[in-house]
């Protein structure tokens, strides 16, 4: 959590003017190599050589290989369920983590408190313990199940409703979404508290006083301040929508080319002793992440240069 | 607004992807080393399925440790068939979930067992520790690879031949715990399915001894070579009969009870029978099937698990349920 405040006021933060700050601190030379030598070290042999590892072994045995791992219906199945499942799960969260910002960063209401820390809890508690949740909530075990087969429940023509179309939520594709928010659901209200806790409340009082109305505030004035952070949040959303793993492994099912996921599918061909298809489809999650990176790169490099 | 027809068109879509899979399709939730077995004997159902009916039948398939894949049915995955490792996973349909009645295994030839198999060590090639029976498992400096019977079938069959080994050459079961605490003391990772346990030995190169699946043993052999790993076949070893049932409940809700009933049928046919033998079970129903298949399996001395501990539903209550000799010997 810290991590991700320090990160949005690097964003915040406006570059101090050239010349005027204390000289960069000297350490000798002994020092500056060590440092950098192990961090060189640690990078290389804990994150550039898995990722060549995973290039290598999905080549192995050539482009045709690597490229039919793609035509497989069932991975296509899987790509189509990470892309429908991130598609959801963003937007969700886009707009519960705006809102959820804006009450706490600009509000004093009572339960403030308890409101962040129920907006971390996904960060703290393991994604198993997250998929199991909703196994308990929504299996045919769980409260669902047991007001899908009650004798009088409230509000019967939703039971009728629930039955006829036999809506599944747990093992089909609703499950898997619930499941996918629930774990990225603070990943933009993290980035967007302390920002706009910083930035305060003044300009929105200038906009007030000038006549405009809470949504022109909100639309022309909060909106503007916040969009690098924003990006940043969503990117880092998404990024963890399409590669998220346990919660997702509890509630699926792992039904081929239904409820299967592109990180569920790796472990699937895996086990099949499909090694290519396994290191191709893998590849193709980290050049998802790569893009990831990139992009929020590149939001960085714009929220400095902006300033904002 | 934006916001409210967004989401209720988001909604519109979770619904119609929800609804557009509910085709003409079977699930089969089965146990871990299936996967193969159930590809060609999906393909050759759906074949025989056409030519009978001219109906499409598309059978989706779902692999995983076979108690883990019950208690998922109990939840609520909505299985048509189960084809899981032994009939104490199968029962918990009946006594936890109430999906199956209670004489589901009498509604199949065979105890709805149409393949068996047995259990077999997989050692690394030229057998470096001299691993020839169960004595040798427990000698320290082996390490043993088996995945964990709390969420295994396999490993429950695994548990059981150990202990009845023992149980007969050291005189009872004070012994047999002894022995099988000291086998487990030689297991450095417990996986949760016997698909992984098998990917620990042979891909990640832990452990000296795999206690395996025959068919997973032989299935190990033709896909990484026979010069690099060898199967030893124990003095004694137990029958195992992975079980197979209708799902009850969910084919009457979705109208597929005819067609499971063909599915499952189809398994004890002289074609499900060749495919079985093929991917290394042993046939149970087929005289052809067997014959055909006798000479790829190795002789050994099998007893079943209901004349040596009364069956599953006894032998789970004293070895694998909560504070069962496992959780015994495995906490100290």
Same mark, same amino acid.
């Given at each position: ?189 993290? =980035? ?8 305060? +409340? ?10 405009? +109305? ?85 939001? =960085? ?8 | ?8 068109? $988001? ?19 089965? !146990? ?32 995983? @440790? ?54 077999? *060590? ?60 000291? $086998? ?8 949760? @399915? ?34 690099? *790993? ?35 049928? !189809? $398994? ?57 000799? *496992?959780?015994?010997? !495995?906490?100290?």
């Amino acid at each position: 959590m810290a991590a991700l405040a320090t990160t949005s006021s690097t964003i915040a933060a406006k570059p101090a003017p050239r010349g005027s700050g204390p000289r960069v601190i000297r350490n000798p030379l002994w020092v500056r190599v060590l440092f950098m030598g192990v961090a060189f070290v640690f990078v290389a042999g804990f994150l550039v050589l898995p990722l060549a590892a995973v290039f290598t072994e999905a080549l192995r045995k050539g482009f045709g290989a690597y490229f039919g791992a793609f035509t497989d219906p069932d991975m296509l199945s899987a790509l189509r369920l990470t892309l429908l499942t991130a598609a959801i799960a963003v937007p969700a969260n886009l707009i519960f983590g705006v809102a959820a910002a804006w009450c706490i960063a600009k509000f004093d209401f009572r339960g403030k408190s308890i409101l962040i820390t129920l907006i971390d809890l996904p960060f703290a508690v393991s994604p198993v313990i997250s998929g199991l949740i909703y196994v308990l909530v929504f299996g045919a075990q769980g409260w669902y199940g047991q007001y899908l087969n009650a004798e009088a429940p409230a509000l019967p023509w939703l039971q009728q409703w629930l039955i006829a179309r036999d809506f599944q939520i747990i093992f089909a594709v609703p499950g898997i979404v619930l499941a996918t928010v629930f774990v990225t659901f603070p990943f933009v209200a993290r =980035e967007l508290i302390p920002l706009m806790q910083q930035q305060g +409340n003044d300009e929105e009082y200038a906009a007030l006083t000038l006549g405009a +109305n809470g949504w022109q505030t909100f639309w022309y004035v909060t909106l503007p301040n916040i969009k690098w952070g924003l990006f940043y949040g969503v990117i880092l959303c998404n990024a963890r929508a399409m590669g998220e793993f346990g919660a997702v492994s509890v509630v699926s099912g792992h039904i081929r080319g239904e409820t299967n996921t592109m990180p569920l599918h790796v472990e699937i061909l895996y086990n099949e002793y499909n090694f290519v298809a396994a290191f191709a489809v893998s590849s193709l999650l980290a050049l998802l992440a790569l893009l990831t990176l990139l992009l929020k790169s590149l939001v =960085e490099w714009r929220a400095q240069k902006s300033g904002a | 607004m934006k916001i409210k027809n967004l989401l209720s068109v $988001l909604f519109a879509v979770v619904i119609a992807s929800a609804a557009a899979a509910k085709t003409v399709e079977l699930l089969n939730v089965s !146990y871990d080393p299936t996967r193969e077995l159930y590809t060609e004997f999906n393909q050759a159902f759906a074949a025989h399925w056409k030519a009978k009916t001219g109906d499409d039948v598309n059978i989706k398939q779902s692999h995983g @440790g076979s108690g883990k894949q019950a208690r998922a049915v109990i939840d609520g995955l909505q299985a048509d068939v189960v084809t899981l490792a032994l009939a104490g996973d199968v029962d918990a349909l009946h006594t936890v979930g109430r999906l199956i009645p209670a004489d589901w295994q009498r509604r199949l030839p065979h105890d709805s067992a149409p393949y068996t198999s047995t259990i077999v *060590f997989l050692v690394r090639a030229g057998n470096p520790k001299g691993i020839k029976d169960w004595d040798d498992l427990t000698k320290p400096g082996v390490a043993v690879i088996t995945p964990n019977p709390k969420t295994s079938g396999g490993a429950q069959w695994n548990y059981l031949a150990a202990w009845e080994y023992a149980r007969r050459k050291l005189g009872g079961d004070e012994q047999a715990k002894t022995f099988v605490r000291a $086998l487990y003391k030689n297991v450095p990772v417990l996986d949760s @399915g016997a698909r992984g346990s098998t990917t620990t030995f042979v891909q990640r190169g832990i452990g000296d001894v795999f206690i395996s699946w025959e068919n997973e043993a032989f299935l190990a052999l033709k896909e990484f070579g026979a010069d690099k *790993f060898q199967i030893v076949v124990p003095s004694l070893s137990i029958l195992a009969q992975p079980t197979v049932t209708v799902v009850d409940k969910v084919v009457k809700k979705k109208g597929t009870a005819e067609i499971a009933e063909a599915y499952l049928g !189809y $398994l004890y046919t002289e074609e499900g029978q060749d495919i079985a033998g093929r991917n290394f079970y042993r046939p149970a129903a087929s005289e052809a099937a067997k014959a055909k298949y006798a000479g790829s399996f190795p002789q050994v001395e099998l007893f079943t698990i209901d004349a040596a501990f009364g069956g599953w539903t006894k032998a789970k209550q004293a070895h694998f349920a909560d504070g069962g000799t *496992f959780d015994q010997i !495995y906490q100290n």
